[in-house]
């Protein structure tokens, strides 16, 4: 089988990309796989470092610059014809598109060479590339059911779930000892993601300050770019661990008894199928307000509580973290609701669905 997959910009695109291809590699012994990213994206370090070959195009985003968006139509049209060259070379069996502006000009030359393509949409609510990728593909996967009323009806959706979830599927969780935490208390993981948020960080200090030597432990997660800000010159109670980063993060999630964290479609992915009570506070800084949508859908099947965050107040998270640790009727719900969840193996589900895309 040979496979064409891309995805770029943000880990949210490029990790469910990763995830797909593993469970590609181990489902085809004779597998030819060729990633096609941006030039200048997190991609171009990532992937190479997992051993897929790799081609890079020059395309940006579209903003509101005039000026600037009518030279990035010319770097679309030259991107478009680039790949139209690859896939003319390689002869994909099936083309991948798993989200980022970078996926327009492939998902675009495989409709015009008549190759069956697909592509994966992570968000509750598509954003404007797959939006507009969706009626040349032969299928959409979505992550969250109910997101096929933002496509067109004659776009064949099949709710997958988000292979990002997989990483937590077989993952034997992590011992709380070995992070110096206590084996008997119950645990808060505060992350907002690698490189973290100061917005959020400093919206948290008062929580910290609240929950200072209480029964509960918390492992915060500050992201790299703002540890060393967030601890200089401060102490905080034993209860209260500071990382600036962790590499095994998704193995904890299900030692954890409540997280707090953003709402990015990887991050619920993980947490559900970890099964993990949340507190979960959408950044407000990223395209189509998505994970306010992808929040508010867990939340409306009280599969996790949202706060906004321009709503986020220490005093009173503290007192609502207090009484959810103290297995009050709203968390005994979220966990049974989550009990209830069913897990399924997005990878395994979207190779299913690409064979039979192929074979037909």
């Keep these: 089988m040979k496979m064409i997959i891309s995805a770029g910009g943000t880990g949210g695109h490029i990790y469910p990309a990763l995830a797909i291809i593993k469970k590609f590699q181990e489902k085809e012994k004779n597998l030819e796989i060729l990633y096609i990213g941006t030039h200048n994206r997190m991609e171009t370090e990532i992937v190479p470092q997992n051993n897929i070959p790799y081609e890079s195009i020059k395309i940006y985003g579209f903003s509101k ?66 939006k507009f990728l969706s009626r040349g593909v032969t299928k959409v996967f979505t992550s969250f059911k109910g997101s096929e009323k933002y496509f067109a009806k004659d776009v064949h959706c099949v709710y997958t779930g988000n292979p990002c979830g997989d990483n937590v599927l077989n993952l034997k969780p992590i011992k709380k000892e070995s ?24 919206k948290l200090e008062e929580f910290l300050k609240l929950s200072k030597n209480e029964d509960y432990e918390i492992l915060f997660i500050t992201g790299k770019r703002n540890y060393e800000e967030f601890t200089k010159d401060k102490k905080y109670s034993k209860n209260i661990k500071i990382l600036p980063y962790l590499d095994n993060l998704s193995a904890i999630l299900k030692s954890c008894d409540l997280v707090i964290a953003r709402a990015g479609a990887g991050t619920i992915a993980e947490l559900l199928i970890s099964k993990t009570p949340s507190i979960l506070v959408p950044s407000p800084n990223v395209a189509n307000n998505h994970q306010y949508y992808n929040a508010l859908d867990l939340q409306n099947e009280k599969l996790a509580i949202m706060i906004e965050e321009d709503k986020l107040d220490g005093k009173k998270l503290y007192q609502r973290v207090k009484e959810l640790l103290s297995d009050n009727k709203e968390y005994k719900e979220i966990v049974s609701n989550l009990e209830k969840h069913k897990n399924i193996s997005s990878s395994e589900k979207i190779y299913q669905e690409i064979k039979e895309i192929i074979n037909d």
């Design 65 to 130: 610059n005039i000026a600037l968006d009518i030279k990035n139509v010319a770097y679309l049209y030259k991107a478009y014809k680039k790949c139209l060259k690859i896939m003319e070379d390689f002869k994909p069996d099936i083309v991948i598109g798993v989200g980022g502006y970078v996926t327009m000009p492939v998902i675009m030359a495989s409709r015009k060479l008549k190759i069956k393509s697909v592509i994966h949409e992570q968000n509750s609510i598509p954003g404007k590339t797959n």
């Design 179 to 202: 992070l110096g935490l206590s084996k008997d208390k119950k645990l808060v993981l505060i992350t907002s993601g690698s490189l973290g948020s100061s917005a959020l960080n400093r």
